[in-house]
């Protein structure tokens, strides 16, 4: 008898963790998070539909809308959630009009037309005003302003109209096409990334390159799919030195070494998308001389010094005359240091960059000129 009720009490016990677990795992999938969206926001192709909504009005003996540059702004932020989540409900789930609230604008937003996959401003204007809601917003005689946002992700285009009676316009005017990346709050379980492979990535120091984008399919329109810039640590390399660091979707190199690049959707995600081999690379730069090297008169020399900065890494430095054939074996430091006169002009230095195996990375070659 006991021992049935020490069983009953063990499989209690374990029921009770086995549900708190399954609480966690649904409230870790259901998590609020930013994940950052690149793209182009249209502030040209918002005007066109702005003049176009007048002229639909106008049709209609309604008074003329003012563009909003508040509300622009506000409608441009939605366009880029609904390239990730096509609702009026947003991303976070909360409310479409909780926007202006979030801008911290005093315009109250009445009214949003959402539309996706419309490739040019008539095109949209003619799928609203086609649609009973859609049209009744446009030509609402309560309104008086209108923000208007296109953001283009990937292969999608996502339109918003915003509505208001009341104005505010602390924004300054934008105009064109900006290539932007996004901040957005979602619910994770609203994040649908596809495969992210990514080859080994070559940085060379002073020359940023962009992080590869992770697709993301859009949850509630399947036809569309939009680009996430994802988040990355710091790269390390040997001794865990620093020798790269990854800043609004653009990766710096700081050192020269080779490290592990992990990538991951948004911060503080568990396992990272992809990881990939980042080598930087130093560029060869002169110490002492610019590469036009002045002498006044025959026969004069001149030291000109040279440097790679590394960590973990060889060097080995080469010379080839004008005339020579090939290139002569100098030197298997940092530095380097050579004298040249005016017959030396057209002298080529090549530095030959390897990691601690012994396997050649790169090359860098320098032609001297020399001039009187």
């Given at each position: 008898?006991?021992?049935?009720?020490?069983?009953?009490?063990?499989?209690?016990?374990?029921?009770?963790?086995?549900?708190?677990?399954?609480?966690?795992s649904?409230?870790?999938?259901?998590?609020?998070?930013?994940?950052?969206?690149?793209?182009?926001?249209?502030?040209?192709?918002?005007?066109?539909?702005?003049?176009?909504?007048?002229?639909?009005?106008?049709?209609?003996?309604?008074?003329?809308?003012?563009?909003?540059?508040?509300?622009?702004?506000?409608?441009?932020?939605?366009?880029?959630?609904?390239?990730?989540?096509?609702?009026?409900?947003?991303?976070?789930?909360?409310?479409?009009?909780?926007?202006?609230e979030?801008y911290?604008?005093?315009?109250?937003?009445?009214?949003?037309?959402?539309?996706?996959?419309?490739t040019?401003?008539?095109?949209?204007?003619?799928?609203?005003?086609?649609?009973?809601?859609?049209?009744?917003?446009?030509?609402?005689?309560?309104?008086?302003?209108?923000?208007?946002?296109?953001?283009?992700?990937?292969?999608?285009?996502?339109?918003?109209?915003?509505?208001?009676?009341?104005?505010?316009?602390?924004?300054?005017?934008?105009n064109?096409?900006?290539?932007c990346?996004?901040?957005?709050?979602t619910?994770?379980?609203?994040?649908?990334?596809?495969?992210?492979?990514?080859?080994?990535?070559?940085?060379?120091?002073?020359?940023?390159?962009?992080?590869?984008?992770?697709?993301?399919?859009?949850?509630?329109?399947?036809?569309?799919?939009?680009?996430?810039?994802?988040?990355?640590?710091?790269?390390?390399?040997?001794?865990?030195?620093?020798?790269?660091?990854?800043?609004?979707?653009?990766?710096?190199?700081?050192?020269?070494?080779?490290?592990?690049?992990?990538?991951?959707?948004?911060?503080?995600?568990?396992?990272?998308?992809?990881?990939?081999?980042?080598?930087?690379?130093?560029?060869l730069?002169?110490?002492?001389?610019p590469?036009?090297?002045?002498?006044?008169?025959?026969?004069?020399r001149?030291?000109?010094?040279?440097?790679?900065?590394?960590?973990?890494?060889?060097?080995?430095?080469?010379?080839?005359?004008?005339?020579?054939?090939?290139?002569?074996?100098?030197?298997?430091?940092?530095?380097?240091?050579?004298?040249?006169?005016?017959?030396?002009?057209?002298?080529?230095?090549?530095?030959?960059?390897?990691?601690?195996?012994?396997?050649?990375v790169?090359?860098?070659?320098?032609?001297?000129?020399?001039?009187?």
């Amino acid at each position: 008898m006991e021992k049935q009720i020490y069983r009953k009490k063990a499989l209690f016990g374990l029921l009770i963790v086995f549900l708190v677990a399954l609480v966690f795992s649904f409230a870790a999938a259901d998590q609020t998070v930013d994940v950052t969206i690149h793209g182009k926001a249209r502030y040209d192709w918002a005007e066109e539909v702005f003049k176009i909504v007048n002229k639909e009005r106008e049709k209609e003996g309604r008074s003329k809308l003012t563009f909003s540059r508040d509300l622009t702004e506000c409608a441009m932020q939605r366009a880029a959630e609904c390239c990730l989540y096509y609702s009026h409900t947003r991303p976070d789930q909360t409310s479409c009009f909780t926007i202006s609230e979030e801008y911290g604008y005093a315009a109250f937003c009445c009214g949003e037309n959402i539309a996706i996959g419309y490739t040019s401003p008539a095109a949209v204007m003619k799928g609203w005003m086609n649609s009973p809601g859609h049209k009744a917003n446009i030509l609402a005689s309560g309104t008086e302003h209108i923000g208007v946002g296109c953001f283009i992700s990937d292969n999608c285009y996502a339109w918003v109209q915003l509505f208001s009676y009341e104005e505010d316009n602390k924004t300054a005017a934008k105009n064109g096409v900006v290539e932007c990346n996004v901040r957005i709050r979602t619910k994770v379980s609203l994040l649908n990334p596809q495969k992210l492979t990514v080859r080994n990535m070559t940085v060379v120091k002073g020359e940023p390159v962009m992080l590869p984008m992770v697709t993301v399919l859009n949850t509630e329109w399947k036809y569309s799919r939009c680009k996430l810039v994802p988040y990355a640590k710091s790269v390390r390399g040997y001794g865990r030195k620093k020798i790269a660091v990854s800043e609004n979707g653009m990766l710096s190199g700081i050192e020269a070494g080779t490290g592990k690049l992990k990538l991951y959707l948004y911060q503080g995600q568990d396992t990272p998308i992809a990881v990939a081999q980042v080598t930087v690379n130093v560029p060869l730069k002169i110490l002492s001389q610019p590469k036009n090297i002045r002498v006044s008169k025959a026969g004069k020399r001149a030291s000109v010094s040279f440097e790679v900065q590394g960590n973990g890494l060889k060097y080995r430095w080469f010379t080839k005359k004008p005339g020579d054939k090939k290139f002569v074996m100098r030197s298997d430091k940092e530095k380097y240091s050579v004298m040249v006169n005016d017959q030396n002009n057209g002298m080529e230095v090549y530095c030959e960059v390897q990691d601690k195996q012994g396997k050649k990375v790169r090359t860098e070659t320098i032609t001297i000129r020399i001039g009187k």
